[in-house]
């Protein structure tokens, strides 16, 4: 494999019903950054079908070319033909790093590209950048349950391939009327490559706002107690407008839902304002949220690391505390 052939910096475009994901933004706003220090564009590649609308965005949000495959067979996402169309896009235009949302849908077709195109993928990755002397991407995830992060390369192989999970990585501003090249790929044969028929897709009633959209998170620990005392945070939370999460001890314990998870093993979250309440602060919970602007904690132990990240902190019973506070906002709110 000659490397120097290897160009440019690919984003998997992650499109669900003609509406483009934060994380691919989030994607191309860090690719902008990777491709400067390399001296090299940015491509997204959208598949998916009737999508010219969405090549718009794109170019808005930073991207310098669009690679559209557009096929009535990808118009719902299937992990063949997506990983076919992908695999091809890299074996004719050679990038140098390919990045992917770790989102469900990246997670299942971000290994096969790689393993198709028989180079390495760094999962979960939570920085990325560019080694001055070599040019190798430094792709930095958390490893041992969050205990060191690991630096890893892929130097003898191309595309270097990393997924990012959602939030974690900023979209650039939108620069209105900015525009880029598109140009259309269709991979031959590609309904040799069906192996799945979609009869239906049955959608669950989404009656919650995604914590990951959220400007204000009211988030329940275990020092909550119980499954009941999270109607105290969603009164706090429908006082300020927000969304209640958690941590994983509450999920563990039957008291939140999974998709309310923050942290390593839950959803990286970037809120206005993040409220912890009875959250110890353990280093897989921080590496969700840490990055909020303002982040306010009550816990009864004066002593508990969430204190170190918190701009404000309550010592105090939690159960007491927010009722307490969700009064008071009432009556400056109303
Ligand atoms: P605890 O650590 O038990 O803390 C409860 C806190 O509540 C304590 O600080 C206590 O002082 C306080 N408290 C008790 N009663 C009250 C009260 N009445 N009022 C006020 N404060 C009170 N965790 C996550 O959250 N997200 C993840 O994604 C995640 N991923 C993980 C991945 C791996 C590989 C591993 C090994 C662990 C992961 N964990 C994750 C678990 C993590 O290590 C902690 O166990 C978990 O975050 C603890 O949750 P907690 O803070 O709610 O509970």
Redesign the pocket.
Known sequence: MNLQDYKGVFVFVQQVDGKVTNVSYELIGKAKELAADLGTEVTAVLLGHQVDGLCKPLAEYGADRIIKIDDKLLETYMTEPYAYCMAETIKKYKPEAVLVGATAIGRDVGPRISARVHTGLTADCTGLAVDPESGNLQMTRPAF??NIMATIICPEHRPQMATVRPGVMKKLPREEGRTCPVEEFVPADLDQHINVEILEVVKTAAAKMDIQDAKILVSG???M?SAENFHLLQELADVLGGTVSC????VDAGWAEKDM??????KTVRPNLYIAC?????I??LA?MEDSDVIVA????ET?PIFEVADYGIVG???QIVPLLTEALKREIV
């Open positions: 349950g969050g620990g275990r020092g107690c941590s994983r001890a509450a998870q923050v942290g390593q093993t839950g009875g959250i110890s602060g353990a897989q919970h969700g009550i816990n009864k132990d508990a019973d939690a159960l």
